[in-house]
């Protein structure tokens, strides 16, 4: 420990009180010392910190937050590909931290996209570990080198919204330590974040919070985290086992609900003082590293920060076509078609929604450029279309609405609005060229690719981003970014497509490790837009591949150069992408992946010699047998490309390596050696579970009201709670949200997570009430006794929100 004396001074009372939160956004000070209570906040692509002096009404009111610079999404950002602009955005975000007196940043979201469905994968990064882990560690040491902690969340496997509070994550373990572990580790092991988040969900039968094999195991015992582990809001299952499994802080504040427990379990023996010990002295560590940043005040640029916006914004957006229409050209006149140009979509909805400090359309930023613009909103497509015509192009600005992305619940598909897709046909039929800007934070299908003369993908642009579609658009800037995650053709052609998103009871990842391009270069899935692809206005030339060595042992590492040339005529930006093949191996094995990259700027006619280097683990696989990172020894192909389906370059190296036993699925499971899901049971070793709750069993408070659907009290229950958060939502994303979990939060965040407004014998009653039986009548005058009191409290409660 750090702080024995410290830790040794307090009472087992103050040590209990020390590690559940004061209120929902604070820790509590140290007694006996100077150290304060400190202040935490969303999120992870902006601060959210509520602004108490904002009233909204009775309601809760996510937006309720003071302005902060809205940068753009993990899910934009992702595709810039740029690590050196994601740790200068995290030093933005640091400063604005200071200036608020916000000890940790609620982020970076580090879950991996294993659906294009996900609700939130506006707040993630990319379908592949190394890409996701990378940027992310370049957050962390951004933000945090301001003296400002980060918490990497939600660990690990939390890649669905729906159940999320419930769901069991069924995953083998070579897909849990290869795809959805991966990224994390990385960002421990290269960012150091002072903290991080775990997630709601069960991962293999046990809860996160109380996963001992992730947290103790993994996180602490093998990549060495040293830092303080807490929930996500609420996720605090059985909290005596929670600190035996190494979750030091429980977020928000129980009250005296887990407190209690806590001196229970230390006067019985069934918790440990010096268990308790730990977690105290790492949450004393927290405040100190945090203390000597409050006792100054700080300030930042908001002018500064939006042009880091708005520049990130436009280092972040992928041209998917083009065919000579864009960059528009001076003199032309532009039909600019659709509302979202004039009132963007530049984020995503729930717990990360943050308050801007001013925001650009794209409309007044070309106006503003000096061109003749014409708008129509697109309500009527064939008003649209006729306004069209008359313009040198149109620019048709289409994508998801808000009420389609949000934290709380999943999309049913992967369609736009029907009248955006009316609207690019309609406009297509009747313009001299039209080029489709689309806005959203996940894949959607295109049904009208082939029409338009152009496609540029803004995704979520954040604040700047309708200044920087409007540099993009004009040439200003030359497009570059690459794209994060894979563009299916349909849902149908999604490796997930009957599993996804799974429940009640348990989301089985038949998958394995083929997520993402892993399985549509494997499976030979044809896909819209792969992996790795975006176009320029420039071009790119590969050549001269060079390897370090023909042959390496395991432990050896190689290094891959080649030369890179910009052979058109503007100034322009390349990622170069380094994948890593094994054409022959005894284990199933993606057909290719990402093993390295590097963005590179190139003046026209400029060529650079570029070196990335591979480690033992670009060529390892998890050997479930052993525990370990194993090589099969054998030839590897070394692909060097644009993207993952457009290969330039490529080599053969031999790597030597230790002979070990090795799992062989070849008879038990032959599907996954073509990249299809198949015998999932064998290669998870061991029976699936039922993805339904044992009804034979009563009701506890480890379950939902959707639980209870099927009893007399449970759906007219179920249903007055839906109408109730309804009502109590501000806005029409958050009301989707709350409404979508209504009835999926477990019965003991009733108590846990309403600051005394639910209290356990409340609790106790709903579950009499519940259960429906001979108690019913009981149950309800448990819960009314505690309805006025409640009333009391709710206020309070929208208050802390």
């Given at each position: 420990m750090k702080y024995p004396t410290t830790v040794a001074a307090l009472t087992p009372?103050?040590?209990?009180?020390?590690?559940?939160?004061?209120?929902?956004?604070?820790?509590?000070?140290?007694?006996?010392?100077?150290?304060?209570?400190?202040?935490?906040?969303d999120g992870p692509h902006g601060l959210r910190k509520k602004d108490s002096a904002k009233r909204s009404g009775s309601g809760i009111d996510l937006g309720r937050s003071v302005p902060a610079t809205c940068f753009p999404t993990a899910a934009t950002t992702a595709c810039s590909w740029d690590v050196e602009l994601l740790c200068e955005i995290g030093r933005a975000l640091g400063q604005e931290c200071l200036a608020q007196k916000v000890s940790v940043l609620l982020g970076p979201g580090v879950n991996i996209k294993r659906s294009p469905l996900c609700g939130r994968s506006f707040e993630y990064f990319s379908e592949d570990p190394l890409l996701t882990g990378k940027l992310a560690a370049a957050l962390v040491r951004g933000v945090e080198s301001k003296g400002v902690g980060t918490s990497v969340k939600h660990f690990a496997c939390n890649s669905q919204e729906a159940f999320r509070m419930v769901i069991d994550e069924v995953v083998d373990e070579r897909a849990l330590r290869e795809i959805y572990l991966t990224a994390f580790e990385?960002?421990?092991?290269?960012?150091?974040?002072?903290?991080?988040?775990?997630a709601y969900n069960r991962v293999n039968g046990t809860y996160a919070s109380e996963n001992a094999h992730l947290q103790r195991d993994i996180l602490r015992g093998e990549w060495g985290f040293e830092g303080l582990i807490l929930t996500d809001w609420g996720a605090s299952a059985d909290r005596i086992k929670g600190l035996k499994s190494g979750t030091d802080l429980e977020m928000p504040s129980s009250g005296k609900h887990?407190?209690?427990?806590?001196?229970s379990a230390l006067a019985s023996g069934e918790l440990e003082e010096s268990v308790l010990d730990e977690s105290v002295d790492r949450i004393i560590d927290l405040i100190s590293r945090a203390a000597p940043a409050l006792k100054k005040e700080h300030s930042f640029s908001p002018e500064a920060h939006h042009d880091l916006a708005r520049r990130a914004a436009a280092q972040s957006a992928v041209l998917l076509k083009n065919s000579g229409a864009l960059p528009v050209r001076p003199g032309q006149k532009l039909a600019v078609i659709g509302e979202m140009a004039r009132t963007p979509r530049y984020q995503g909805a729930g717990s990360s929604l943050v308050n801007p400090t001013r925001l650009d359309n794209a409309l007044a930023a070309l106006e503003a450029l000096g061109f003749e613009t014409v708008f129509d909103p697109g309500t009527d497509p064939a008003i649209a279309a006729e306004t069209a015509k008359d313009a040198d192009i149109a620019l048709v600005f289409v994508g998801?609405?808000?009420?389609?992305?949000?934290?709380?619940?999943?999309?049913?598909d992967m369609?736009?609005?029907?009248?955006?897709?009316?609207?690019?046909?309609?406009?297509?039929?009747?313009?001299?060229a039209t080029a489709v800007i689309l806005s959203g934070g996940a894949p959607v299908e295109l049904p009208w690719a082939d029409k338009p003369d152009a496609i540029l993908l803004a995704g979520l642009g954040g604040q700047g981003g309708g200044s920087a579609l409007a540099d993009l658009l004009t040439g200003r800037v030359n497009p570059s970014g690459k794209l994060a995650q894979t563009w299916p053709i349909s849902l149908a052609h999604t490796p997930t497509f009957s599993d996804y998103p799974g429940g009640p009871a348990v989301s089985l990842h038949r998958e394995s490790v083929f997520v993402g391009y892993r399985y549509y270069s494997t499976a030979k899935v044809p896909v819209a837009y792969p992996f790795g692809f975006g176009l320029s206005y420039t071009s790119f030339e590969?050549?001269?591949?060079?390897?370090?060595?023909?042959s390496i042992t395991e432990h050896d590492g190689l290094k891959v150069s080649f030369t890179l040339k910009n052979t058109g005529d503007r100034p322009g930006a390349e990622t170069v992408q380094l994948y890593v093949s094994d054409p022959e191996s005894t284990v199933f094995r993606p057909e290719r992946e990402l093993a390295a990259f590097e963005k590179v700027f190139l003046l026209p006619g400029e060529e650079k010699r570029i070196t990335l280097e591979l480690e033992r683990r670009a060529f390892a696989f998890f050997n479930t047998l052993t525990n370990t990172w194993t090589v099969e020894r054998g030839e590897f192909e070394i692909?060097?490309?644009?993207?993952?389906?457009?290969?330039?370059?490529r080599d053969r190296v031999y790597v030597s390596a230790l002979a070990v036993p090795m799992p062989d699925h070849r008879?038990?499971?032959?599907?996954?050696?073509?990249g299809r899901p198949g015998n999932f049971e064998a290669i998870l070793g061991r029976p699936i579970p039922p993805n339904c709750r044992d009804r034979s069993l009563p009701l506890d408070e480890y379950c939902c009201l959707n639980d209870a659907a099927h009893t007399k009290w449970g759906g007219r229950i179920s249903r007055a709670a839906k109408w109730l958060m309804a009502r109590l939502a501000s806005g029409e994303s958050d009301r989707a949200m709350l409404t979508a979990m209504a009835t999926q939060l477990p019965i003991r965040n009733f108590v846990a997570m309403s600051a005394g407004v639910f209290s356990p014998r409340m609790a106790r009653g709903l579950l009499k009430v519940l259960n429906d039986n001979q108690s019913t009548p009981a149950g309800f005058l448990m819960i009314l006794s505690g309805v006025i009191p409640a009333l009391f409290r709710l206020p309070g409660l929208f208050k802390e929100i």
């Amino acid at each position: 420990m750090k702080y024995p004396t410290t830790v040794a001074a307090l009472t087992p009372r103050q040590k209990a009180e020390l590690v559940t939160g004061d209120g929902f956004w604070m820790l509590k000070a140290v007694p006996g010392t100077d150290l304060p209570g400190i202040r935490v906040a969303d999120g992870p692509h902006g601060l959210r910190k509520k602004d108490s002096a904002k009233r909204s009404g009775s309601g809760i009111d996510l937006g309720r937050s003071v302005p902060a610079t809205c940068f753009p999404t993990a899910a934009t950002t992702a595709c810039s590909w740029d690590v050196e602009l994601l740790c200068e955005i995290g030093r933005a975000l640091g400063q604005e931290c200071l200036a608020q007196k916000v000890s940790v940043l609620l982020g970076p979201g580090v879950n991996i996209k294993r659906s294009p469905l996900c609700g939130r994968s506006f707040e993630y990064f990319s379908e592949d570990p190394l890409l996701t882990g990378k940027l992310a560690a370049a957050l962390v040491r951004g933000v945090e080198s301001k003296g400002v902690g980060t918490s990497v969340k939600h660990f690990a496997c939390n890649s669905q919204e729906a159940f999320r509070m419930v769901i069991d994550e069924v995953v083998d373990e070579r897909a849990l330590r290869e795809i959805y572990l991966t990224a994390f580790e990385i960002c421990v092991r290269e960012g150091k974040p002072q903290t991080v988040m775990n997630a709601y969900n069960r991962v293999n039968g046990t809860y996160a919070s109380e996963n001992a094999h992730l947290q103790r195991d993994i996180l602490r015992g093998e990549w060495g985290f040293e830092g303080l582990i807490l929930t996500d809001w609420g996720a605090s299952a059985d909290r005596i086992k929670g600190l035996k499994s190494g979750t030091d802080l429980e977020m928000p504040s129980s009250g005296k609900h887990n407190v209690e427990k806590i001196l229970s379990a230390l006067a019985s023996g069934e918790l440990e003082e010096s268990v308790l010990d730990e977690s105290v002295d790492r949450i004393i560590d927290l405040i100190s590293r945090a203390a000597p940043a409050l006792k100054k005040e700080h300030s930042f640029s908001p002018e500064a920060h939006h042009d880091l916006a708005r520049r990130a914004a436009a280092q972040s957006a992928v041209l998917l076509k083009n065919s000579g229409a864009l960059p528009v050209r001076p003199g032309q006149k532009l039909a600019v078609i659709g509302e979202m140009a004039r009132t963007p979509r530049y984020q995503g909805a729930g717990s990360s929604l943050v308050n801007p400090t001013r925001l650009d359309n794209a409309l007044a930023a070309l106006e503003a450029l000096g061109f003749e613009t014409v708008f129509d909103p697109g309500t009527d497509p064939a008003i649209a279309a006729e306004t069209a015509k008359d313009a040198d192009i149109a620019l048709v600005f289409v994508g998801l609405t808000p009420e389609y992305e949000a934290e709380g619940y999943d999309r049913g598909d992967m369609k736009l609005p029907e009248s955006h897709d009316r609207l690019v046909t309609e406009v297509c039929k009747k313009a001299k060229a039209t080029a489709v800007i689309l806005s959203g934070g996940a894949p959607v299908e295109l049904p009208w690719a082939d029409k338009p003369d152009a496609i540029l993908l803004a995704g979520l642009g954040g604040q700047g981003g309708g200044s920087a579609l409007a540099d993009l658009l004009t040439g200003r800037v030359n497009p570059s970014g690459k794209l994060a995650q894979t563009w299916p053709i349909s849902l149908a052609h999604t490796p997930t497509f009957s599993d996804y998103p799974g429940g009640p009871a348990v989301s089985l990842h038949r998958e394995s490790v083929f997520v993402g391009y892993r399985y549509y270069s494997t499976a030979k899935v044809p896909v819209a837009y792969p992996f790795g692809f975006g176009l320029s206005y420039t071009s790119f030339e590969y050549s001269d591949l060079a390897l370090s060595s023909e042959s390496i042992t395991e432990h050896d590492g190689l290094k891959v150069s080649f030369t890179l040339k910009n052979t058109g005529d503007r100034p322009g930006a390349e990622t170069v992408q380094l994948y890593v093949s094994d054409p022959e191996s005894t284990v199933f094995r993606p057909e290719r992946e990402l093993a390295a990259f590097e963005k590179v700027f190139l003046l026209p006619g400029e060529e650079k010699r570029i070196t990335l280097e591979l480690e033992r683990r670009a060529f390892a696989f998890f050997n479930t047998l052993t525990n370990t990172w194993t090589v099969e020894r054998g030839e590897f192909e070394i692909l060097v490309g644009a993207s993952s389906a457009d290969i330039r370059l490529r080599d053969r190296v031999y790597v030597s390596a230790l002979a070990v036993p090795m799992p062989d699925h070849r008879k038990t499971a032959p599907e996954y050696y073509s990249g299809r899901p198949g015998n999932f049971e064998a290669i998870l070793g061991r029976p699936i579970p039922p993805n339904c709750r044992d009804r034979s069993l009563p009701l506890d408070e480890y379950c939902c009201l959707n639980d209870a659907a099927h009893t007399k009290w449970g759906g007219r229950i179920s249903r007055a709670a839906k109408w109730l958060m309804a009502r109590l939502a501000s806005g029409e994303s958050d009301r989707a949200m709350l409404t979508a979990m209504a009835t999926q939060l477990p019965i003991r965040n009733f108590v846990a997570m309403s600051a005394g407004v639910f209290s356990p014998r409340m609790a106790r009653g709903l579950l009499k009430v519940l259960n429906d039986n001979q108690s019913t009548p009981a149950g309800f005058l448990m819960i009314l006794s505690g309805v006025i009191p409640a009333l009391f409290r709710l206020p309070g409660l929208f208050k802390e929100i």
